[in-house]
């Protein structure tokens, strides 16, 4: 993946974020990415990663599944778009592969953040604004975290089986 990004990335200006978004998005609307692309010029990170709360998904989407992680301002889910400065994407380089392994795991995502990070989490009392201050200490860039309310930014096709279920989807 970093391959792909820094090869994707170049020729950028290094100091204005770059929309990234996952190939496997088959329910994306353009309101999701506006919604993505305000928040981003909003926050100003040179890092920033859409998620979802589970109540936006639940009301469109309640059969679709998804791994859910339960934060202080509730029950999260990664989205597939996320923004990059360039220049972030040496920092970013270390932390990808882990975040990769991980992503499917929110336990382990947490411990990425440190193990101090680790408690808190587990008892959902792990904030949006905690996670995104260990992930700019960590990165050494200013991270964010893009609280969506569209769900199509995070129904993704991760089997065969949800190839199905996102035509079944789509026909709707």
Not at 89 to 116: E, F, M, T, V
């Amino acid at each position: 993946m970093i391959e792909s990004l820094t090869s994707g990335l170049a020729g950028f200006d290094p100091t204005q974020p770059v929309l990234v978004a996952a190939s496997d998005l088959p329910m994306l609307t353009r309101d999701a990415l506006d919604e993505v692309i305000d928040a981003v010029i909003a926050r100003n990170a040179d890092v920033a990663y859409s998620c979802l709360e589970r109540r936006y998904h639940d009301a469109r989407f309640a059969n679709v599944p998804h791994t859910w992680a339960r934060l202080r301002e509730g029950q999260l889910c990664g989205g597939g778009v996320t923004a990059i400065k360039p220049r972030a994407l040496p920092q970013l380089a270390q932390l990808l592969d882990s975040l990769g392994a991980a992503r499917k795991a929110p336990l382990r995502l947490a411990s990425i953040l440190g193990w101090d990070i680790v408690p808190q989490f587990v008892l959902g009392r792990l904030s949006v604004a905690s996670a995104e201050a260990r992930a700019t200490r960590i990165l050494g860039a200013p991270a964010a975290a893009i609280q969506c309310t569209h769900p199509e930014i995070a129904i993704n096709v991760d089997r065969v089986s949800d190839v199905a279920l996102a035509e079944m989807l789509l026909a709707r």
